[in-house]
């Protein structure tokens, strides 16, 4: 039902709405691809792997990084698992690296892990210095799903659609008559605002 939830990051790819919902990833898809591949690429529809994306297990060394720094500065999220290696090569580590998977975590490696611990508290004091920020940090809950509809015209009809969205950071009070939501993102870009601005507005 429409609402506001909590709940993991798998039922809520595997979407849990009544009917197949929209969410920002099948948009992107639908805008960068065909509908075709985003009805293919839905849990609920298709539910096959769209060919040229990367699955969890195929993820870039600065992806996990990201998803650890994410989970560590929220403070929710997949769970990861630290690997004393210096990289996936031997059979050894990509044997741990595996088996981290099926238990549902992620695998980062050692040198990796404490770069991300780096990251994730020198995030939680940059947030603590914006605008909003110490407000957010104190009262905003982690990974809530919003789940509502909307009406649109179809040949002539109206439609519901239903959508969800999974917010890093909800706030439980306004902050002086605001509801900021808060969405961390890692980058490797520098940190100019022509440079953000545009790497906004390519990842959508």
């Known amino acids: ?3 506001l939830y909590r709940m993991t990051a798998e039922a809520y790819h595997a979407d ?15 805008l960068e691809r065909t509908p075709r591949h985003a009805f293919v690429g839905h849990p609920r529809l298709g539910a096959l792997p769209v060919e040229g994306e990367e699955s969890e297990d195929d993820s870039t060394p600065a992806q996990v ?7 560590m500065t929220l403070g929710a999220g997949r769970e990861w698992q630290a690997l004393d290696f210096d990289s996936f090569r031997t059979k050894a580590a990509r044997t741990e690296r595996d088996s981290a998977i ?4 992620t695998p980062i490696l050692k040198h990796r892990f404490e770069r991300a611990e780096l990251i994730s508290a020198g ?7 914006i605008d909003g ?7 905003a809950l982690p990974e809530i799903v919003c789940v509502w509809t909307e009406q649109v015209w179809v040949d002539g009809e109206t ?20 509801w900021n939501i808060g969405d961390l993102k890692t980058t490797a870009e520098i940190l100019k605002p022509d440079a953000l601005a545009r790497k ?5």
């Open 16 to 30: 849990p709405c009544i009917e197949p919902s929209l969410n920002c990833g099948t948009i992107k898809t639908i």
């Open 1 to 3: 039902e429409p609402g």
């Open 102 to 105: 099926r238990l549902g975590f």
């Open 200 to 204: 906004m507005v390519t990842d959508g």
């Open 123 to 129: 995030a939680r004091r940059s947030i603590d210095l």
């Open 65 to 71: 990084l990201g998803t650890v720094v994410h989970a």
């Open 159 to 178: 439609a519901t659609i239903w959508c969800r969205s999974m917010m890093d950071w909800c706030p439980t009070e306004p902050d002086r008559g605001f």
């Open 133 to 139: 920020g110490p407000h957010m940090l104190a009262t």
